[in-house]
């Protein structure tokens, strides 16, 4: 005999069924939170930089029939620089290792190293240098101006003998190369109501002197030495 609630069994137990499944997408609604969607990071490229184009006609030549066009140099900015430099330049200024603290900082002993690695740098690429600079109040060596009286006639004799040596060894090492040279650099000076630049302002080869005489024979000295050389260099009071 047919069970006459069978069917009603078939319907609870849907029932039931659908229930349990609705519960189901309901408990899975609510326990999963909304994330925002997770975007993987590129790798930023990177484009390598451009050759530098350095131009088709080099200035120097450009300009020849005006002026030379000219750089101041080290030996980190001939490294860093080189292409630019061969290409565009004729002519170069040392930087700092021509002055005087640089290539004279004792009294009998030359440190020409540096001075004669942009000096032969000029030679090999057809360039001329400007000698800066012989005579200049700062970035001096100390030996230069030791034991000297201000207006004492004897210290100044000293001085004058030493400036001579200066010159005349720098002149007669870089002469093929240096066609001027800066033989007095900043004598002016920068105070209202005064011409030169004297021991207030820093200048021991005026306070040495009492006057501004040595200009006079920062010029004799450089002269002198190039006409025993036989040199047409040009010199210059440099400001």
């Avoid at 994330?35 to 490229?45: F, L, N, R």
């Avoid at 093929?176 to 011409?195: I, L, P, Q, R, S």
């Avoid at 200009?215 to 004799?220: D, L, P, R, V």
Wanted: aromatic share 14%; net charge neutral; with cysteine.
């Amino acid at each position: 005999m047919k069970d006459k609630y069978f069917p009603l069994k078939q319907l609870a137990i849907a029932f039931f069924l659908s229930l349990l499944l609705l519960f189901s997408l309901f408990i899975s609604c609510i326990s999963t939170e909304e994330k925002e969607p997770v975007i993987a990071e590129k790798t930023p490229v990177v484009t390598p930089p451009k050759a530098v184009r350095i131009g088709d006609v080099p200035l120097h030549e450009k300009y020849a029939p005006y002026f030379n066009i000219g750089a101041s140099i080290s030996k980190r900015s001939i490294r860093a620089f080189d292409k630019i430099l061969k290409f565009h330049f004729n002519h170069v200024t040392a930087e700092n290792d021509m002055k005087f603290g640089s290539i004279h900082k004792k009294e009998n002993e030359f440190s020409f190293s540096k001075a004669d690695t942009l000096a032969d740098y000029a030679r090999e690429h057809n360039m001329k240098m400007c000698g800066h600079t012989l005579v200049w109040h700062s970035q001096y060596a100390k030996w230069l101006f030791a034991d000297l009286t201000p207006g004492d006639p004897n210290s100044i004799e000293i001085l004058k003998s030493r400036m001579k040596n200066h010159i005349e060894t720098l002149v007669n090492r870089y002469d093929d190369v240096v066609d001027n040279w800066d033989v007095v650099n900043e004598a002016v000076t920068d105070t209202k109501g005064k011409k030169y630049r004297d021991k207030a302002e820093g200048s021991l080869w005026y306070d040495i002197f009492q006057s501004e005489e040595f200009i006079y024979w920062a010029f004799k000295y450089t002269q002198d030495a190039l006409d025993a050389k036989g040199s047409s260099a040009t010199l210059f009071y440099n400001d």
